[in-house]
């Protein structure tokens, strides 16, 4: 006798499909987070959108120029926009263009506190420390150039070799021939010596003295303001030996020398650190006459 099994039914995998399509909340909801979503994201597009706009910035034109790379090799002008901020430099400008769009902007500079001198540049018409020079007290559009009256390299860069030849030129280092009896003594300075050359020994090599002289532009040979500074600074010195002072003026009024200097006042006005050039120019020159003089 034969026995019949019932047919079974899938009923549990029907229920399981069932269970697992989304109902029309589950979509409903879905929708209202992506939506929500792209609102928040809209929203916050336009708020930034919106600071940006309300971002006060300083527009630079800096002066561009590479030998080295074709397309580049003709001088021109770049612009740039930069968010100001309270007691920003021209340096400062200057780093956030180079890190911000173009890597390849190259200039000079390392202290970032006016002691360096490597950072001496053609802000707005005038040889300025970059370091130094706020944003604030710029006229925009603030235009940046290399120093005037040197080869430029690349872009804000000039050779200074000339203006280091120069400096050298004059023997810029201490140098006598009497010494303190004791080994161990000072070679003591008296507090107005010190006075009279303080200001001569602040000179950093920046070279806006030199880029700034008439006569340093048509002259190629002559000493320049700030090697005579540096002359000054030592034959005015009271511990530096007699024969060497006489060898320093013997240098100071040949004739690309003190001579040459006609007075201008120029290399005075651009000095970063204030020192009074022209006047040790003059001080040197009637040294140098005093020396000529003869009695007999």
Known sequence: MSTQIPKQTD???DTDAEAEAPSKGDERRDEKRRRAAEDRARR?????????????TVELKVFRYDPEIEGKQEPRFDTFHVPFTKGMTVLDALMYSRDTYDSSLTFRHSCRQAVCGSDAMFVNGGQKLACKTQI?????PIRVEPLPH????????????HFYDQM????????????PDGELEEQRQTRENREKIKMSTRCIWCSACMSSCNIAAGDNEYLGPAAINKAYRFAMDEREGEDMKQKRLEIIEQEHGVWRCQTQFSCT?????????????QELKREAVKNNLKFW
């Open 11 to 13: 009923e549990s995998s």
């Open 44 to 56: 916050q597009a336009e708020e930034a959108e919106k600071a940006a706009a309300d971002e006060e």
């Open 136 to 140: 604030s007290d710029l006229e925009e």
């Open 150 to 161: 040197a080869e430029v390299r690349k872009d804000l860069v000039v050779d200074l070799e």
């Open 168 to 179: 050298e030129a004059v023997e810029p280092y201490f140098q006598t021939n009497e010494y």
């Open 269 to 281: 006005e651009v000095c970063p650190k204030d020192i009074p050039l022209t006047e040790h120019i």
